[in-house]
T-cell receptor
């Protein structure tokens, strides 16, 4: 079945780069997403990548996709205290002809001042 | 646009009680879904709907019912609450689940449910 895995915690110092990793299992995934969840709030889409791309850059965010290894990463440059949140990796997979969004466990990023 | 709204924000139930979590969106989105979020387990799909009158089960549907009589509303019913249903529930919607459009999902603020 579909599965998306992430490490649970990451701690970095303010100003450093953060790299959050994710692995997924469904090779039929067409889009992969990164969502951010701040305390007490819902999830907000940060960025996404189409499966025929291997990199996407959006200001401080860089997404790398290794389709062969089914590995996705999110790099946040110059990490700020406001980046402290839970980051979810998600894939849009097809099951029995229907699209479903499969989420990882989330990585809690703590930024130390 | 209000986006995706959920009520209530918080709820405490006793075991065996029933209740309905409300979800509404005003973006004319076809696709709506319910997730539960538990520590260390991420978001798990409970039920989803690809349009009015059409619903289907997700990963963890037991103990929950849904209906989609209008495009806007997608209520989640707990028939007989159990402590294992203590969780944070998120409703989400997207324009469509078809095709190659990236289909951003918009999430509601969540309902924090405690079952005693």
């Amino acid at each position: 079945g579909e599965d998306v895995e992430q490490s649970l915690f990451l701690s970095v110092r303010e100003g450093d780069s953060s790299v959050i990793n994710c692995t997924y299992t469904d090779s039929s995934s067409t889009y992969l997403y990164w969502y951010k969840q701040e305390p007490g709030a819902g999830l907000q889409l940060l960025t996404y990548i189409f499966s025929n791309m291997d990199m996407k850059q959006d200001q401080r965010l860089t997404v790398l996709l290794n389709k062969k290894d089914k590995h996705l990463s999110l790099r946040i440059a110059d990490t700020q205290t406001g980046d402290s949140a839970i980051y979810f990796c998600a894939e849009r997979a097809i099951t029995s002809g229907t699209y479903k969004y499969i989420f990882g466990t989330g990585t809690r990023l703590k930024v130390l001042a | 646009n209000a986006g995706v709204t959920q009520t209530p924000k918080f709820q405490v139930l006793k075991t065996g009680q029933s209740m309905t979590l409300q979800c509404a969106q005003d973006m004319n989105h076809e696709y709506m879904s319910w997730y539960r979020q538990d520590p260390g387990m991420g978001l798990r799909l409970i039920h989803y709907s690809v349009g009015a009158g059409i619903t289907d089960q997700g990963e963890v549907p037991n103990g929950y019912n849904v209906s989609r009589s209008t495009t806007e509303d997608f209520p989640l019913r707990l028939l007989s609450a159990a402590p294992s249903q203590t969780s944070v529930y998120f409703c989400a919607s997207s324009l469509t689940q078809r095709g190659t459009f990236y289909n951003e999902q918009f999430f509601g603020p969540g309902t924090r449910l405690t079952v005693l």
